[in-house]
């Protein structure tokens, strides 16, 4: 069984644009969630999607949003890209929302 | 509001050395505590999850406890080996909110 993929891999942005990021989770998994990892935070949570809604939502601004497809493909979209919004975005896709299973992330930089 | 700390945030140990990584969370009432890995620059591997139900629970080398009453989690590593170096996460799982609350991990050097 394939794993979590995320795409791009890598990206360079620059302040004041948007961006989107993709997460395919695993086949048969219906509930995505989305992490932010930083070196000064560590990992925070997102959002969470199961079955296209929107389960649940971290303390991010407004500028951080997601969506779910009826395939359980996920993309979260980030607008008016600020400095500190430079991290590794994780995915993690889970069956039965025990265990989470994480895709390689997406390096974003913002420049 | 649920914290998680781990103990220490760095190590550095030969090979072969038998090593304990410590987790401490605020809130006792978790539904599980997943302990990951990281390598440089890559995604998570989940190493072990442990149902609060769960005393400890063991794969290979690694032995992962859980004691709620005192909010406490250790990840054991035995016979310590240069490819074990990475960081090492533990999440708690609150249940209700259906969202992992991270330590901000340790960093693990097995040297040759």
């Known amino acids: 069984k394939a794993g979590v993929t995320q795409t791009p891999r890598y990206l360079i942005k620059t302040r004041g644009q948007q961006v989107t990021l993709s997460c395919s989770p695993i086949?048969?998994?219906?509930?995505v969630s989305w992490y932010q990892q930083t070196p000064g935070q560590g990992l925070q949570f997102l959002f969470e999607y199961f079955s296209e809604t929107q389960r649940n939502k971290g303390n991010f601004p407004g500028r951080f949003s997601g969506r779910q497809f009826s395939n359980s493909r996920s993309e979260m979209n980030v607008s008016t890209l600020e400095l500190g919004d430079s991290a590794l975005y994780l995915c993690?896709?889970?069956?039965?929302?025990?265990?989470?299973?994480f895709g390689p992330g997406t390096r974003l930089t913002v420049t | 509001k649920q914290e998680v700390t781990q103990i220490p945030a760095a190590l550095s140990v030969p090979e072969g050395e038998n090593l304990v990584l410590n987790c401490s969370f605020t809130d006792s009432a978790i539904y599980n505590l997943q302990w990951f890995r990281q390598d440089p620059g890559k995604g998570l591997t989940s190493l072990l999850l442990?149902?609060?139900s769960q005393r400890e629970q063991t794969s290979g080398r690694l032995n992962a406890s859980l004691d709620k009453s005192s909010g406490r989690s250790t990840l054991y590593i035995a016979a310590s080996q240069p490819g074990d170096s990475a960081t090492y996460l533990c999440?708690?799982?609150?249940?209700?909110?259906?969202?992992?609350?991270w330590g901000l991990g340790t960093s693990l050097a097995v040297n040759p």
């Open positions: 442990i149902q609060s």
């Open positions: 086949s048969g998994h219906r509930s």
């Open positions: 999440a708690v799982h609150g249940g209700n909110n259906r969202k992992l609350i």
């Open positions: 993690a896709s889970s069956f039965d929302e025990l265990e989470q299973y």
